[in-house]
């Protein structure tokens, strides 16, 4: 009867064991599983950062596209002073004179390129074909010049008529083709980045916002109400939709009307005006083609 016992004993104490060993190799196994996720997720990690990174054969930081956006700005400002020097060709023009059917164009096919695919595709695709189209052996040259002069030649076409006399339309149409081409060397730049990068600007009647906007023209009291976007802001936006303000807006300014004033509310000719005796005290750095181009 001991001797049972004790084989009985034994028996119970060796089914416990092995209970207890398999319990191990199981928690064992899901152990190494949860580690082998884990491994895996942090090395498709690091080669999507990399491939990302390859991607991008040059990387800017904020204060540089900061300072290129500006120069850009100055290099179409130094353009427009220029070109726009002749007081008696510039009376002729109205705020009619631009026509923003192009604009609106270029908008609406951008939007639907933007909503063709996923946020991941769309950044994908715009700097696998913005690296693509930096190989000049791969694609003829005036396939890239191409966009860059027919902005020319529609600016040409709308604003020649108020040139300055004494300026050639070739050296004007040549600069004019430079300044489009080092913006869209910016462009691709910013399309190669990590972030997505965006511009916007804001229709005239928007009040002014001194944390988003510059005025050129120094009315910036509370409630001032914007008359042009001179310049578009520059925003650098994330994955989560969080933004960042890179480069303010420039933009004219006006006072704003107040309630209960004698005055009537203004016209667009009175605004017309007010815009020209502005450009006229600032002589040399003339603004107004800035307002052309951009409206």
């Known amino acids: 009867m001991d001797l049972l016992r004790k084989l009985s004993h034994e028996n119970v104490a060796l089914k416990e064991k092995l209970r207890r060993e398999r319990e191990l190799l199981t928690e064992a196994k899901q152990a190494a599983a949860e580690s082998a996720t884990q ?24 204060d540089q596209c900061a300072s290129e956006w500006r120069k850009l700005q100055q290099a179409l400002k130094s353009w427009t002073g220029r070109t726009f020097k002749d007081e008696s060709a510039m009376s002729k023009m109205t705020l009619e004179s631009p026509n923003t059917q192009s604009e609106q164009l270029l908008t609406a096919v951008g939007k639907i390129v933007r909503d063709s695919g996923s946020s991941h595709t769309w950044e994908i695709w715009r700097s696998a074909t913005s690296k693509a189209l930096d190989n000049r052996a791969s694609f003829e040259n005036h396939r890239l010049d191409d966009p860059c002069n027919q902005f020319s030649q529609m600016v040409e076409a709308l604003f020649s008529d108020y040139y300055s006399p004494n300026i050639h339309k070739d050296n004007t149409h040549r600069a004019l083709l430079q300044i489009f081409e080092d913006c869209l060397s910016f462009k691709k730049k910013l399309e190669r980045q990590e972030f997505e990068y965006q511009t916007r600007q804001s229709p005239p009647g928007t009040v002014y916002s001194t944390e988003k906007m510059k005025s050129l023209n120094f009315v910036e009291d509370d409630g ?28 004219w300014t006006k006072e704003p009307v107040h309630v209960g004033d ?34």
């Open 224 to 251: 001032s109400i914007v008359t042009m976007s001179i310049w578009p802001s520059l925003y650098k936006l994330s994955f989560e939709n969080e933004e960042l303000l890179i480069q303010p807006e420039a933009v």
């Open 262 to 295: 004698d005055s009537p509310m203004k016209n667009n000719s009175d605004v017309h005006k007010e815009i020209k005796r502005e450009v006229k005290t600032e002589g040399d750095d003339d603004e107004l083609s800035l307002v052309m181009l951009s409206s």
């Open 39 to 62: 491994h895996q997720r942090v090395t498709m990690g690091f080669m999507t950062k990399l491939r990302s990174l390859q991607k991008r054969s040059e990387t800017l930081y904020d």
